[in-house]
C-alpha cells in the first residue's frame, strides 16, 4: 500500500499568512489528506487495456508516480466520475490549438478555485522567509508521456542547456529569472530538487510558474538532446539540419521544443492530453496521457476523458454550429450577444447556457495616450480634469442597456469585486452620467470657444475632435463608440473611429501618433497581492495609455520616455516598493496604487462583468454552473479542472 500525500508548501512567508484573508493570496497552503492506494483494487483504464494485456504500457499503478497529484473533490464540489469519451470543442484558427496547454493547466504550481496557489506537477515547493530562495521538489516517478522519468535533469538543461545558450537564447534567460540585473542562481540538490536562489526576494517567480501561459522551466531532455549540438554528432545533426531546409542546429531544437504552440506531436509531455495531428488540419485530436500525474480521491487516474478534439471553423460560422449542436463545451468566440439565440436551441440540442462572470477589469475601456507626440494634444490629456469630463460624460447606463440587456456593470478599468484589493470606489469613481459636471470641468480648463457646430476649440484653434482607434477585432467596440460619441457632442467633444489592425494601431501608439484607442479592459481583475501591478504602473510598452514611458523602463532608459507626471513618478515608487516588499508591503503598494489609478483616470473604463456564455452538454459532469471567466489567473476552465469532466452516458 503507498499513501498518497498531497503536501503543503512546507515553510516561510506562506504559512505564516493563514488568516481570513489569505485564502486568495499566497498563504493557506493546507495538508489535503493522505488516502492509500492499492493497485490491486484500481481497474485499468479501458483505453489502455489492450496496450496493457499487450505488454506495451505497464499497469495504471506503475504509471503514476509514488504520491500523485489527489485532486480535492470535496472543496471543488465534484463527483467521482466515469471514464471516456470525447469533448468536442471548436477553435477559429489552427493556432489555437494552444488553448489545449491552457485549458489544462497543468503548472509546477497552480491556483486553485480560491485562487491559492498550491503544488500540482510539483510534489512540494519551500520558499524561505525572505522569499529569495526557491526550492522545488519533483514527485519520484513521475513520468514524460513517453514513459523517460522526469527529473532535476530536465529543468538543469532548460537552464544550463538552452536559455544560457547564445544560439538558443541570444538574450539570455526570461526577465521573472532575474531580480534586477541579477540572474537566477540555479542548483541541482539531488535527482528530484532543484533550487533557484538569488540576493534578494524574487516576486515574479511563483505567480510565473502558474501563469496561463507557462514559462516551461523544464524540458524533456532525454529527447532535445539529439537536436542539440552540445549532445549529437555533429555531421549527424548537421545532416538534419540540411535535410530540413533549416539555417541551423538552434533552429531545429526550437522547432522540435514549442511547448505551448503544440507543432511537434512527438515531443513528450507532462499535459493531461496529447497532440495527435499535424498542421495543416481542421480537426484536432488530443489523446490522453498515459503517465498523467493527477488522480481523483479513489486513486483513479485522471484525465476522465479520453479525447479532446479542437475543430476548427471560420468565428463567423461558430454561433450557429453551437447552436446546431457540434459541441460539447464551448465559450471561445461567443459573446452575450448570441445568448438568446443559443438559448432557444437549449431544448433541441441537449445543451445549457450558462452565464461566467468575466476576469477583465473591464469588458472595455477608452485609453488616452499621455505620451502622444502631439504637443497640444499631450498637454490636454495629461489633465486629470479632461480625463474626468469625458468619463463624466459618457452615459455606461445606455450603453448596458442597449447593448448588454441590462446584465453588464458600468464601471472603471479596474479590479473586481472578487478581489481582495477591491474598494468601490474603485469602480464608482468618475462614472456617473453628469454633462453638467463634465461641460464645468472642460470650461474650467479654458476651452471655453466653440465653433459653428458647438465643438469646443483647443487652445490651437483646432475643434476638439478625437480620434479613437480601434483594433478591428470586436464589433461590440465600434457600437460602444457611436453612442459615446452621441453623448459627447453634449460636452462639445466630436468622436471619430478609425479601424486598424492590432499591429498596426500598437505601433502607431508607440510612435506617439495615436492620441486615443480602445481595447479590453486589464487582465488582472481577480488580482492578489501577490499579482503583478503591471498594468497599472508605466513598465510596459504595451500598455496604450503610456507606451512611451513603459518603453523606457523595458529597455533600461535607452528608448521611450522617463515618466514625468508626479502621479506616474509616484505610481513608479510603489511599484518599486511592492517588488521589494513583504506580503504586507505588497498589498500596501497595490492599494496606493489603486487609489492613484482611480482618482487619475489613466484609462477609462466603460463597461463591466459582461456575462460570458459558456455552452455545456447536459450530461457533461463537474463542469460548474457558475464560474468566473478570467485568462488570468484562471486559464478559462483551467482552474476547474477539466481532466475532472466526465460523461455520464
Known sequence: MN???????????????????????????ILAGIISLGSPALAEIPYFKDAVSKGELPPMAERLPEHPKVIDFTAENKEIGKY??????????????????VYAYARLIGYDEDLNLKPDI?????????????????????????GEPFTAEDFRYFWEDIVNNDELFPVGPPRFLFVGDEPATFEVLDEYTVRYSWSQPN??????????????????????????????????????????????????????????????????SLEPWLIRTEEPSDRFIFERNPYYHRVDPDGNQLPYIDRMIFNISNAKLVPAKVGAGEVDLQ?????????????????????????????????????????????VWRKLLRDVRFRRALSLAINRTEINRVMFFGLATPTNNTVLPKSPLFKPEYRESYIKFDVKKANALLDEIGLTKRNGDGIRLMPDGR????????????????????????????????????????????????????????????????????????????????????????????TNGEAGEAPDLPAAKELMELYGKWVKGNETARKEAWQGIL???????????????????????????NVPEKGIHSWEPGAFFGIYRPDTFWWDR
Not at 348 to 354: D, E, L, R, S, T
Not at 607 to 613: D, M, R
Request: glycine share 8%.
Open 3 to 29: 499513501p498518497i500525500i498531497v503536501p503543503a508548501f512546507s515553510e516561510g512567508w506562506f504559512n505564516r499568512s493563514r488568516n481570513k484573508r489569505a485564502r486568495t493570496g499566497l498563504g493557506g497552503m
Open 84 to 101: 471516456g469519451g470525447d469533448l468536442v470543442t471548436i477553435m477559429g484558427r489552427s493556432r489555437d490549438i494552444r488553448m489545449a496547454v
Open 122 to 146: 510539483l510534489e512540494r515547493l519551500d520558499v524561505n522567509d525572505a522569499g529569495n530562495e526557491f526550492t522545488l521538489h519533483i514527485r519520484k516517478g513521475h513520468k514524460w508521456s513517453d
Open 203 to 268: 516576486p515574479f517567480f511563483l505567480t510565473e510558474l502558474a501563469a496561463t501561459r507557462p514559462p516551461f522551466i523544464y524540458r524533456p531532455a532525454h529527447y532535445l538532446k539529439q537536436f542539440h549540438e552540445d549532445y549529437r554528432d555533429a555531421a549527424e545533426l548537421d545532416a538534419i539540419v540540411k535535410e530540413r531546409g533549416l539555417r541551423s542546429w538552434a533552429v531545429l531544437h526550437t522547432d522540435k521544443d514549442r511547448p505551448y504552440r503544440l507543432e511537434n506531436i512527438e515531443r513528450p
Open 331 to 375: 465559450s471561445r468566440i461567443l459573446s452575450l450577444q448570441d445568448y438568446t439565440f443559443l438559448k432557444q436551441s437549449e431544448p433541441q440540442q441537449n445543451f445549457k447556457v450558462n452565464l461566467w462572470d468575466v476576469g477583465y477589469g473591464a469588458y472595455a475601456a477608452l485609453y488616452p495616450n499621455l505620451t502622444c507626440s502631439d504637443p
Open 463 to 554: 475643434p476638439l475632435e478625437i480620434i479613437v482607434e480601434t483594433m478591428g477585432e470586436n464589433p461590440e467596440h465600434d457600437d460602444m463608440l457611436e453612442l459615446i460619441g452621441d453623448s459627447w457632442k453634449q460636452i462639445g467633444v466630436k468622436l471619430f473611429v478609425k479601424g486598424l489592425q492590432r499591429e498596426v494601431l500598437r505601433n502607431r501608439a508607440y510612435s506617439g501618433e495615436t492620441v486615443m484607442s480602445i481595447f479590453n479592459g486589464v487582465d488582472s481583475g481577480l488580482a492578489t497581492p501577490a499579482t503583478v501591478p503591471s498594468e497599472f504602473v508605466p513598465i510596459q510598452q504595451d500598455s496604450l495609455q503610456w507606451p512611451k514611458w513603459g518603453q523606457y523602463f523595458q
Open 595 to 621: 487609489d492613484i489609478n482611480a482618482e487619475n483616470m489613466f484609462s477609462i473604463g466603460l463597461i463591466g462583468n459582461v456575462p460570458q456564455p459558456v455552452v455545456v452538454r447536459n450530461d457533461l459532469r
